[in-house]
T-cell receptor, first 115, second 112 residues
């Protein structure tokens, strides 16, 4: 059971380039999330998807777009990368229908550097 | 005001002592509360969750929730060097499409 899989694990981009971070989960979870984590900081929510077919903005959505391709996959796209987007990106998933006690499972993270 | 706030630390405790971490949240509708541990360079992993007022114990960890005062805390008893990590508090808002929001984390250093 792979859990939450993110690709790629590392990426270096030049300013202005675009790329898509991929995330897939095999736990049949409804909700999926994208976070960024800067050095010494907590997780800041970029976008989330409560269920297939819905997406909502989090705290820091500017410069990003998302696609909930199906129940398993939730991708994050940077249309024109900026150095301020250098960060570690985490994807997570959890069950939606039991809000009281469900654990969010995290991918291994994508370390993105924009030069 | 940030939705979830934590003291960034570092919180330095001697081995064997109790580490006490606090987290406050702004939305009174918050329903579930989580403590995650994150080692440097790794993904967060769940330690405990709590959703009722009072205490919840799991081994050396105790979570305390006070909804009236809007805070949740984590106590680590008999702290070990392996407990040195960043501890992240997280909150769910069920009325916001299962939104899961994290605080900035508290770095804990346990000194032998």
């Amino acid at each position: 059971n792979a859990g939450v899989t993110q690709t790629p694990k590392f990426q270096v981009l030049k300013t202005g380039q675009s790329m898509t971070l991929q995330c897939a989960q095999d736990m049949n979870h409804n909700s999926m999330y994208w976070y960024r984590q800067d050095p010494g900081m907590g997780l800041r929510l970029i976008y989330y998807s409560a269920s297939e077919g819905t997406t909502d903005k989090g705290e820091v959505p500017n410069g990003y777009n998302v696609s909930r391709l199906n129940k398993r996959e939730f991708s994050l796209r940077l249309e024109s990368a900026a150095p301020s987007q250098t960060s570690v990106y985490f994807c997570a998933s959890k069950v939606q229908n039991h809000p009281l006690n469900t654990e969010a499972f995290f991918g291994q993270g994508t370390r993105l550097t924009v030069v | 005001q940030k939705e979830v706030e934590q003291n960034s630390g570092p919180l330095s405790v001697p081995e064997g002592a109790i580490a006490s971490l606090n987290c406050t949240y702004s939305d009174r509708g918050s329903q579930s509360f989580f403590w995650y541990r994150q080692y440097s360079g790794k993904s967060p992993e769940l330690i405990m969750f709590i959703y009722s007022n009072g205490d919840k114990e799991d081994g050396r960890f105790t979570a305390q929730l006070n909804k009236a005062s809007q805070y949740v805390s984590l106590l680590i008893r008999d702290s070990q060097p392996s407990d040195s990590a960043t501890y992240l508090c997280a909150v769910t808002l069920p009325g916001a499409g299962n939104k899961l929001t994290f605080g900035g984390g508290t770095r804990v250093l346990v000194k032998p």
